[in-house]
């Protein structure tokens, strides 16, 4: 299947929360589309459709009348949505799914890699989070973290040593496109770490902002903790 990333617009970006985002993640992970609209209306959020390619079709096409010819998601495959800020380097990958049908045959790591030069076109790097596997509560939650885990480490993430705790739910912190990270040299792993870190922090209280960050969410290298 050949693809390629597309920008969605806002309209497009919550077609896509409404239509497959909700039902894609756990309820108590998706935050309400108004705090999506909010980062958005203030630069701080955008979303990436991947789609097949299937000749003439694109999302944006339209007829002489500047109608859509079709539904615009008609060949969607998969979605991103990033926070991003304009005082830091990282955007955090806040949601990333293939649509359940395309899933298994590879798309995904591909789709990343697309999407790790997409954001360094932007100037920055991606971060990410997935469930610490040291708090799964059972085998099931192991098998299914540790298989998360492999997927990003295949696929050029490093897990770094951030450790970030939202309300009651703990996260391993990565990052993708951040060079230094990946390197032998640790005291340069440790200033990685420590970007890394900071940028998390900054990117979160754009999402949970005032008191609730003080209060809930708490970001820090795990030497730290």
Known sequence: MNTYLH???QEEAHIVFRR???HHFPADEVKPWKSIARMWADDCYFAVGVFEDVGDVR??????????????LDTLRGYAFFVESPDCDACLLDYY????EFRDAGLGGRSLQ???ELVRDRGKYILLETED???????GQVAER?????????????KTDVKSKVFTVHYAVWALGLEAAHGADEAA??????????????????????????LFVKIVRASEA
């Open 20 to 22: 497959y985002l909700k």
């Open 114 to 116: 697309r999407l790790a």
């Open 97 to 100: 799914a293939i649509l359940p």
């Open 7 to 9: 920008f969605l617009s």
């Open 59 to 72: 999302p944006d096409s339209q007829n002489s009348s500047g109608a859509n010819e079709s539904d615009p």
């Open 146 to 158: 540790t298989r998360r885990d492999a997927f990003y480490t295949r696929n050029g993430c490093v």
């Open 189 to 214: 792993r440790s200033t990685a770490f420590d970007r890394a870190c900071a940028d998390m922090n900054t990117l979160y209280q754009l999402m949970i902002p005032g008191e609730k960050f003080r």
């Open 133 to 139: 596997i040291d708090f799964a509560k059972n085998d």
